[in-house]
Structure formats: C-alpha cells, structure tokens
C-alpha cells in the first residue's frame, strides 16, 4: 500500500488544520491507519488511529478533544482534524497503514506501510 499524506502547512496558535492520507488501492480500506508525528530531536509521538477490526478510534493523551480521524471511504482517504492547534503540535506528520492487533494500535512497529510526511508549523 502506497500512502500520500498531504495538508500541512503554517498555521498560527489556536488554529486548524486538516491532514490527509490517501491510498490507490482499494484494499486501502481493510487496513486500520494511524497518524504519528515526529520533532526534531524527539520520538515519533502517537496521535491518533482508527481500527479496521472494530472502527474505534483512538487519541494520543495530548491531542484528545482537539484531533478527530475519520475515514472517507468513496475518496479512500483518511483524514485528520486539527483544531486548537498549539506550538507544540509542530511536527511531521505521517500516516500509516497495517492490521496491528488493538494493545499495538498506537506503536509505530504494528504498522507496515508509511507515508512520506506532512510537515505542521504551529505559530504562536
């Protein structure tokens, strides 16, 4: 699976964004996704995933409330809302694609396929 993650950009503090990945295969929508986001110097940092096995969607403790994922099937895309956007939120961002069993949902290694990135500028 190919994925494309688009829609990053400069944003000033308290904003919005909308990031999204997009596959062109169709097999895309059998697979859970997951967005991650790496600093520099820092960790790649879970922030959200929606699981294919349950349609549940899952947060990273610091994006609850202000990040929703949602999955737009006719476009093959999945998307992430980005309101109330904090300088700390600055980062690439990437998206993923796998089958990882739920207790490895937010782990990068549960992953198998991954985007090239979208870089977020958050301005305060």
């Known amino acids: 699976v190919q994925l494309q993650a688009s829609g990053g950009g400069l944003v000033q503090a308290g904003g919005s964004l909308r990031l999204s990945c997009a596959a062109s295969e169709r097999t895309f929508n059998s697979y859970s996704v997951g967005w991650f986001r790496q600093a520099p110097g820092k960790e790649r940092e879970f922030v959200a995933a929606?699981?294919?096995?349950?349609?549940?969607?899952y947060y990273g403790d610091s994006v609850k409330g202000r990040f929703t994922i949602s999955r737009d099937k006719a476009k093959n895309t999945v998307n992430l809302q980005m309101n109330s956007l904090k300088p700390e939120d600055a980062a690439v961002y990437l998206c993923?694609?796998?089958?990882?069993?739920?207790?490895?949902?937010?782990?990068?290694?549960?992953?198998?396929?991954w985007g090239q990135g979208t870089l977020v500028t958050v301005s305060s």
């Open positions: 993923a694609a796998g089958r990882p069993i739920i207790s490895m949902i937010s782990r990068p290694s549960g992953y198998g396929y």
């Open positions: 929606l699981a294919v096995q349950n349609m549940h969607t």
